[in-house]
């Protein structure tokens, strides 16, 4: 292994950086417009976005129609989508976190999550837990927070008020490690799932929905944690994609993330503003998020364009 050295590069200017670009072969017909988009978007961040416009990384070189524009529009396609993808998310976090609350509150009571018993976590990994739990309860300032730890006497307060100062992360490890499968089972159902299919995906969603919440490109990218296919219901099954090459892009937590949004609120109108979006950039090829030859076809995705 070759010895490291030291990083000696100086900063470059913004002017500087544009002339990089046109030297690297980009076709930038407006520098101080290019100039102001760089002074917003870092370098570093907006190269992800001209990487399959790339024909060598040593020495850099573009392919020769290669434009400024061009890789803006990777660029903006992928933020539009992200917050589109929050969009779903955020409805998707809610509803479980709802339904973590109520179907152990239901059937165990309102301290459910002090009993250690109902959780396969070890002796320290439930310590931690709820070490955890204690200290997002004295740094919230939520009302009804501040109410429940004043007025009782348990050391949280009840499933259906905790649940709501937790991350998503923790809703999630909460689920996954509840002890009996018929638990999660009962969870799962009420969005059609079995329960390793859901915990897959809710594992596979809070790594999107970080990236999405950072920022970080998500349109062409492999995930590296697919989810678990379904085999039901056969709608979402027969729309999920099996290609090893592709199974990991962002195509099959779409598939999850529209099948939940259908159970959530059926009248919803996320898929006709994912299929504007699409419409909007017509340069994105959805081959380049994992997207099947005739997906629109396919039973999850019928009539996505026709409004």
């Known amino acids: 292994m070759d010895e490291k050295k030291c990083y000696g590069k100086p900063a470059t200017t913004f002017k500087r950086q544009v002339e990089i670009l046109s030297e690297r072969g980009m ?76 179907t152990l509150g239901i059937k165990y009571g309102a301290h459910a999550h002090l009993d250690k018993a109902l959780f396969s976590f070890d002796d320290d990994s439930y310590f931690e837990a709820i070490v955890e739990l204690k200290a997002s309860c004295l740094k919230s300032d939520e009302k009804y927070i501040e109410h429940f730890s004043n007025k009782y006497s348990e050391n949280l307060p009840p499933l259906w008020a905790v649940c709501e100062i937790m991350s998503f992360g923790k809703i999630s490890k909460w689920i996954k490690n509840l002890k009996d499968p018929s638990d999660r089972n009962m969870i799962s159902r009420i969005y059609g799932l079995d329960e390793v299919v859901f915990c897959s995906f809710l594992h596979a969603l809070n790594i999107l929905r970080n990236r999405c919440a950072h920022h970080c490109r998500v349109w062409n990218r ?3 944690f697919g989810i678990k296919l379904p085999k039901n219901p056969k709608i979402l099954s027969d729309s999920v994609y099996t290609n090893n090459k592709t199974k990991n892009k962002l195509y099959n937590q779409l598939c999850m993330l529209l099948h939940m949004m259908n159970i959530i609120n059926p009248s919803h109108s996320w898929k006709t503003r994912l299929g504007q979006l699409l419409k909007k950039y017509p340069d994105i090829h959805p081959n380049s998020m994992g997207f099947p030859d005739d997906w629109e076809n396919l039973p999850l995705w019928q009539g996505i364009f026709d409004k």
């Open 222 to 224: 492999s995930l590296k």
């Open 27 to 102: 076709i930038i017909d407006d520098p101080e417009r290019a100039m102001r988009y760089l002074a917003h978007i870092n370098y570093y961040h907006l190269e992800a976005y001209w990487l399959p416009f790339e024909i060598s990384r040593d020495p850099h070189q573009f392919h020769e129609s290669t434009t400024f524009d061009s890789v803006l529009n990777n660029y903006l396609f992928d933020r539009e989508l992200r917050i589109l993808l929050l969009d779903a998310i955020e409805r998707i976090e809610i509803s479980i976190r709802t339904q973590w609350a109520y």
